[in-house]
Structures are given as structure tokens and as C-alpha cells.
């Protein structure tokens, strides 16, 4: 009981992230760029406290880990924008279809057949989202980016499971969000925005320090403490209770900015139940 407490709590803190982003007025590319530092700086003092055995790893993998931490630099900067340019509900709908981007690359990256029930779950993310689209056209740049930063979470989920087991887990996540911080330190010394990124006021400040500390390193480490009690599977059938609970707080918590059309809510649900269908479909037939 304790354990499934701890996980649904952490599954919502990642569900508080996107209304955070609301919170912070800071422009996305420097939100993330702050996340990923602060993120960095707690999760190698979790690992150096908590973790036994050897941080440093060797160089070629940690240039893998470095390239797999620029996609999800790339799907934090997709997130957030789409949060600034339509709102947290539109955004954490179109987070749903990485499932449908991870059934469609997953097979080549693992050389495995395709799955047909993904298909028929793709067909059915597919239509909804159309339906989203249809109904919520005045945010179409934030459906837009909101699929593509699903679509780099699919990539980088996909290749993160790559690389699984060839180092510890906590060695895993902390060098993948340094890498991407690096990887974006590196993009601002050439556009000549670094200098930008140190204006941040005092009340973002300590959103993103609550951001990172609370919302992001603490949750990433527990779900890897967690993982010696849970399959993987009850992990991601949580997960995809995170939209739901983003969306339900947003609601409350922002009015009438985020009240959409009722046609948004029953494809959202449809998407999520889909979603959670599938696999219990999978772990039955494992």
C-alpha cells in the first residue's frame, strides 16, 4: 500500500510540472536551461549520497547518454512552449500520443514486428486528437507543438531503453539531464543568449528551484528506488495518470483559461483509457 502511495505521488508531482511551466514567466529555452542545471546539481548529490557503486562511467557511454539527454532537452523546450503559446490541458492531451510515436519507432529501433494492437491504439489516439483539433482550433500552434514534443519523448524513451542496464539507473537520468544541459549551454554560446538566461527574477527563481528540487530530481530518483518493488509496467500504467491529474489541477487551480470544450474532455479520456487498455493487454499476454 505504501509503495503504490509513493508512486502515485510521484506520478502526480510530474503532473504539477506543466502548470509550474504556467507559473514561470520565464520563455521556454531558458526555463529548461535552468531546470536541467538544477535538475543536474540534485540528482548527482542524490546519487553520490544514495547510490553505491562508481558514478563515473566510461567515455563512449557517456557520449550516448549525453545525445539521449539533448532529445529530452529538445522535449522540455517543446513542452514548455507549448504550454506558453496555448495552455496546460492542450499540452498535456497531446503528451498522450508518445504512445503512438513510440509504437511506431520502437520496431525499427528494436528490430521487432509490429504490434498490431499499437496500430488499432494509434488509430484510436489518432481520431481523438483529430477531434481535439476540430474543436480547439484556436490552439493550433500549441497542438502542434505539444505532438512534437511528444514525438521527441517517444525518441528519447525509446533510446533511453536502449541503454538500459549498462550502468546503474541513477548513473543513467543524471548523466542524460547534465548532457542536456551541456548540449544547451553550448546552443546559447553560439546564438550569443547566454548572457540572457542570468535575467531571471527572484519569483521565478525559486519557482524553478521547486521546479527542479521537488518536481523533477526527486520524483526521477524515488521511481528508480521504487523500480526494486514494481514491475515496469505498474510504472507506466501510473504515468498515464499524469494528463489526468495536470489537467484536473489546472482547471481548478487556473479557471477560466484552461475550461475547454466537453468533445476535448471525452477524447482526452478516451486517449488515457486506450493508453492503460493496452497494457494491461501486453502484461496479460507476457
Known amino acids: 500500500m505504501l509503495t503504490q502511495l509513493r508512486l502515485h505521488f510521484i506520478v502526480f508531482l510530474w503532473g504539477f510540472t506543466a502548470i509550474l511551466g504556467k507559473l514561470i514567466s520565464l520563455e521556454a529555452n531558458h526555463l529548461v536551461w535552468h531546470r536541467m542545471l538544477?535538475?543536474?546539481?540534485?540528482?548527482?548529490?542524490?546519487v553520490s549520497i544514495f547510490q553505491k557503486g562508481n558514478i563515473?562511467?566510461?567515455?563512449?557511454?557517456?557520449?550516448?547518454?549525453?545525445?539521449?539527454?539533448?532529445?529530452?532537452?529538445?522535449?522540455?523546450?517543446?513542452?514548455?512552449?507549448?504550454?506558453?503559446?496555448?495552455?496546460?490541458?492542450?499540452?498535456?492531451?497531446?503528451?498522450s500520443?508518445?504512445?503512438?510515436?513510440?509504437?511506431?519507432?520502437?520496431?525499427?529501433?528494436?528490430?521487432?514486428?509490429?504490434?498490431?494492437?499499437?496500430?488499432?491504439?494509434?488509430i484510436i489516439i489518432t481520431i481523438c486528437m483529430l477531434l481535439i483539433f476540430k474543436t480547439e482550433i484556436r490552439y493550433k500552434e500549441g497542438i502542434f507543438y505539444g505532438i512534437v514534443c511528444a514525438a521527441f519523448g517517444a525518441l528519447f524513451s525509446v533510446?533511453?531503453?536502449?541503454?538500459?542496464?549498462?550502468?546503474?539507473?541513477?548513473?543513467?537520468?543524471?548523466?542524460?539531464?547534465?548532457?542536456?544541459?551541456?548540449?544547451?549551454?553550448?546552443?546559447?554560446?553560439?546564438?550569443?543568449?547566454?548572457?540572457?538566461?542570468?535575467?531571471?527574477?527572484s519569483n521565478d527563481f525559486w519557482w524553478v528551484l521547486l521546479l527542479a528540487s521537488v518536481f523533477t530530481a526527486y520524483p526521477m530518483f524515488e521511481s528508480i528506488r521504487l523500480m526494486r518493488y514494481i514491475s515496469p509496467f505498474t510504472l507506466?500504467?501510473?504515468?498515464n495518470l499524469e494528463p489526468v491529474y495536470g489537467i484536473v489541477f489546472a482547471y481548478l487551480i487556473f479557471g477560466e483559461s484552461e475550461h475547454m470544450n466537453p468533445i476535448f474532455y471525452v477524447a482526452s479520456a478516451v486517449m488515457i483509457l486506450a493508453i492503460a487498455l493496452n497494457g494491461i493487454i501486453k502484461a496479460r499476454r507476457k
Not at 557517456?62 to 529530452?72: F, N, P, R
Not at 494492437?117 to 494509434?122: K, R, T, Y
Not at 544547451?184 to 531571471?200: A, P, Q, R, V
Not at 507506466?236 to 504515468?239: I, K, R, T
Open 38 to 46: 538544477l535538475t543536474s546539481c540534485f540528482l548527482i548529490a542524490f
Open 56 to 95: 563515473f562511467i566510461n567515455k563512449s557511454l557517456a557520449i550516448k547518454l549525453i545525445g539521449v539527454g539533448c532529445l529530452m532537452a529538445i522535449h522540455w523546450l517543446f513542452f514548455f512552449h507549448s504550454i506558453k503559446v496555448s495552455n496546460v490541458s492542450i499540452t498535456l492531451a497531446c503528451i
Open 97 to 122: 500520443t508518445a504512445t503512438l510515436f513510440v509504437a511506431l519507432i520502437e520496431p525499427l529501433v528494436f528490430r521487432r514486428r509490429i504490434d498490431w494492437s499499437e496500430i488499432v491504439l494509434g
Open 159 to 201: 533510446f533511453n531503453g536502449k541503454l538500459h542496464g549498462q550502468t546503474s539507473s541513477g548513473n543513467i537520468i543524471t548523466y542524460e539531464i547534465f548532457g542536456g544541459f551541456l548540449v544547451l549551454t553550448i546552443y546559447f554560446l553560439f546564438t550569443g543568449d547566454l548572457n540572457g538566461i542570468s535575467e531571471i527574477s
Open 236 to 239: 507506466v500504467l501510473a504515468v
